[in-house]
């Protein structure tokens, strides 16, 4: 069974906006105390990108801080990450997350239970 599926993704020029979305069960999103993005770049580790809890409580890379913004709609059970003046090192397949911790939002990626199949993001110069 999918448990989160992520949209999206695809080519663009440097500078120029990108809206990811992924669309989780209601289970993952009425149970999870934290989701996040992650990013991995070929030859890269995976890093978190962007992270919000239940409380909608936000925290951002420092690469990314000012041009990524992280949000969810529960109604509608997704998480989006709106990306704004891309860059060539954004270049990264992009999965969202969500972990059973209830407690805390872990920054390495093994401490996720649910993962999309991720999407392609390309910034060309």
């Known amino acids: 069974q999918v448990q989160l599926a992520e949209s999206g993704g695809g080519p663009v020029q440097a500078g120029g906006p990108l809206t990811l979305s992924c669309v989780g069960t209601?289970?993952?999103?009425?149970?999870?105390?934290?989701m996040a993005w992650f990013r991995q770049a070929p030859g890269k580790e995976r890093e978190r990108v962007a992270r919000?809890?239940?409380?909608?409580?936000?925290q951002y890379t420092d690469s990314v801080k000012g041009r990524f913004t992280i949000s969810q709609d529960n109604a509608k059970r997704t998480l989006f990450l709106q990306m704004n003046s891309l860059k060539p090192e954004d270049t990264a397949m992009y999965y969202c997350?969500?972990?059973?911790?209830?407690?805390?939002?872990?920054?390495?990626?093994?401490?996720?239970?649910?993962w999309g199949q991720g999407t392609q993001v390309t910034v060309s110069s």
């Open positions: 997350a969500a972990t059973n911790i209830q407690s805390y939002c872990p920054m390495d990626f093994e401490r996720y239970n649910y």
């Open positions: 209601e289970y993952i999103f009425s149970a999870s105390y934290c």
């Open positions: 919000i809890d239940r409380n909608g409580n936000t």
